[in-house]
């Protein structure tokens, strides 16, 4: 391996310690201090809404991995760059260091809630990774050490032995304080052993039982009920938020007669209830898999604002997580009968961290973006043409009721089928509606009806099946489903941007 080449393993090692690091600080500081991060929550924030339906259509719930990936491959090459600049003028490499730590610190400054010690992770760990870049190129073989002008050294190459013992020193101490970072973590994390050790109030109103013949039978579709683990994730927060719920507090203010302020503690002595309801993206492509139905307990939100006394020229409530995020909510939507949730408990445990513990909002009928904020911390209670929310910043429609959606899940996509009859099936929605039909088509031919599951409510998914006589060679299926307002899925085929996608699913199969 050339001088060069060593030069760039030198800059990589020094970036590879330098997060390591940062991140054991961080620990110590603010999880969300880390620089990885900082600057991952910054882009995502910057992050135009075409490039985060691509990022969501290619990677699915996996996005901010993807992301995650793709920053620690750009900071390698970078830091790559730098060892060798720094290899023959140190000033240059030195700099592309300290740009990088700057980077880091203002985006952890500009996070919400930032203390003032956000800074701290990232500018010590720069420091400590200019001093193991400067320790590696001291080291390279036939090199002189790094200076900070550009008088030339006397030539006083160590030795490759030299430089390789310097460099697994420098990827052992980046690796014990990468695993530190994750020991110490793991000792101080007391939220995730609080959330074990929660025992759910029971509720005031429990769900009603599900009813016989919920699931259509068809094998391979979904359950009717997604698991906890399984469900979707889609949400701005590139690290989870770790929230402590004894310190938790809700803030109800804006256009109210009365603010209020509530903790977890209130919520658990109230009359919580329990209801069925399907959740979906606006990201959600035709025939996705971003959507998911639970049952969930909470308070109903409109027992809150009740207590508040909305002033008569409110139209919205703007709720806040704790990472910042904000949604748009129409105030009908949180004082109407439906059960508008500030919930605390997902299929009879408490909230899972990733789906927003201690407590998120649940809001049939309407996409998340505009609805289902995790870690929810403020409510204020204003008028659209007032306040806007993060998404509606981005291009995104201010209100969002979800649309009359089906999808085949069996078959999936480019099967390959015996011959004779075959059972299809898959799920719809149309929440706060539900569905009373569900239609399918085999190629061009005529639609025709499917078999529907039973009702839970018109807020959950409807599971449907069809049987075909399948013959021999390539064919279509199509399926659309028809809502208790008489309206058709449309085959219009819209985009997810403003206000969620349009279109018929379809399937392409080969029958043997």
């Given at each position: 391996?050339?001088?060069?080449?060593?030069?760039?393993?030198?800059?990589?090692?020094?970036?590879?310690?330098?997060?390591?690091?940062?991140?054991?600080?961080?620990?110590?500081?603010?999880?969300?201090?880390?620089?990885?991060?900082?600057?991952?929550?910054?882009?995502?924030?910057?992050?135009?809404?075409?490039?985060?339906?691509?990022?969501?259509?290619?990677?699915?719930?996996?996005?901010?991995?993807?992301?995650?990936?793709?920053?620690?491959?750009?900071?390698?090459?970078?830091?790559?760059?730098?060892?060798?600049?720094?290899?023959?003028?140190?000033?240059?490499?030195?700099?592309?260091?300290?740009?990088?730590?700057?980077?880091?610190?203002?985006?952890?400054?500009?996070?919400?809630?930032?203390?003032?010690?956000?800074?701290?992770?990232?500018?010590?760990?720069?420091?400590?990774?200019?001093?193991?870049?400067?320790?590696?190129?001291?080291?390279?073989?036939?090199?002189?050490?790094?200076?900070?002008?550009?008088?030339?050294?006397?030539?006083?190459?160590?030795?490759?032995?030299?430089?390789?013992?310097?460099?697994?020193?420098?990827?052992?101490?980046?690796?014990?304080?990468?695993?530190?970072?994750?020991?110490?973590?793991a000792a101080t994390q007391t939220v995730e052993a609080a959330r074990r050790a929660l025992r759910l109030p029971t509720p005031f109103r429990k769900a009603p039982a599900l009813p016989a013949g919920v699931e259509s039978g068809v094998a391979g579709a979904e359950p009717f009920v997604t698991p906890n683990d399984g469900f979707y994730r889609i949400d701005t927060a590139l690290a989870v938020p770790q929230v402590d719920a004894a310190s938790w507090r809700l803030r109800v203010h804006g256009l109210v007669e009365e603010e209020l302020e509530i903790s977890f503690q209130d919520l658990l002595e109230a009359d919580l209830v329990e209801s069925w309801v399907t959740l979906t993206c606006v990201s959600n492509v035709v025939g996705g898999d971003l959507a998911g139905n639970a049952k969930w307990l909470g308070l109903p939100i409109r027992e809150l604002l009740a207590r508040a006394r909305p002033t008569a020229d409110a139209d919205m409530v703007l709720s806040t997580s704790i990472d910042g995020f904000t949604a748009s909510t129409p105030l009908a939507a949180l004082t109407d009968d439906r059960d508008a949730l500030l919930a605390i408990g997902m299929n009879d445990e408490p909230l899972p961290a990733v789906h927003g513990y201690p407590v998120r909002m649940v809001v049939p009928g309407l996409y998340g973006f505009v609805s289902a904020t995790k870690w929810v911390v403020d409510l204020e209670v204003t008028r659209y043409a007032d306040a806007r929310a993060y998404w509606t910043d981005r291009g995104w429609s201010e209100r969002g009721p979800i649309k009359t959606a089906s999808r085949i899940e069996v078959p999936g996509p480019f099967a390959r089928i015996p011959a004779g009859q075959v059972a299809i099936g898959g799920t719809a929605w149309a929440q706060q509606r539900g569905i009373t039909a569900v239609e399918v088509r085999v190629d061009n031919g005529d639609w025709a009806p499917a078999t529907l599951a039973t009702e839970a409510s018109v807020d959950t998914w409807r599971q449907w099946s069809f049987l075909w006589d399948a013959t021999p060679g390539l064919h279509q299926l199509t399926?659309?489903?028809?809502?208790?307002?008489?309206?058709?899925?449309?085959?219009?085929?819209?985009?997810?941007?403003?206000?969620?996608?349009?279109?018929?699913?379809?399937?392409?199969?080969?029958?043997?």
């Open positions: 391996m050339g001088p060069r080449l060593l030069a760039a393993l030198s800059g990589v090692l020094a970036a590879a310690t330098t997060l390591a690091v940062a991140q054991f600080i961080a620990v110590l500081v603010s999880p969300q201090a880390a620089p990885l991060i900082a600057v991952g929550g910054a882009f995502i924030d910057a992050t135009p809404p075409p490039l985060k339906d691509f990022a969501i259509a290619t990677f699915g719930t996996n996005d901010k991995l993807a992301l995650l990936i793709s920053m620690s491959v750009v900071i390698a090459g970078v830091a790559a760059v730098a060892g060798v600049l720094a290899r023959r003028r140190w000033v240059l490499g030195a700099g592309i260091v300290l740009v990088l730590a700057i980077i880091g610190a203002v985006a952890a400054a500009a996070r919400p809630s930032a203390s003032a010690l956000a800074v701290v992770p990232s500018l010590v760990g720069g420091a400590v990774g200019l001093i193991v870049l400067r320790i590696l190129l001291s080291r390279l073989p036939g090199a002189r050490a790094p200076q900070l002008s550009e008088e030339r050294a006397p030539e006083h190459g160590l030795g490759r032995r030299s430089f390789l013992t310097a460099a697994l020193v420098t990827a052992a101490v980046a690796a014990a304080a990468g695993v530190g970072a994750q020991l110490l973590g399926v659309r489903a028809t809502d208790a307002t008489d309206e058709v899925q449309t085959a219009e085929r819209v985009d997810t941007v403003p206000d969620g996608a349009t279109g018929q699913h379809s399937v392409s199969v080969t029958v043997e």
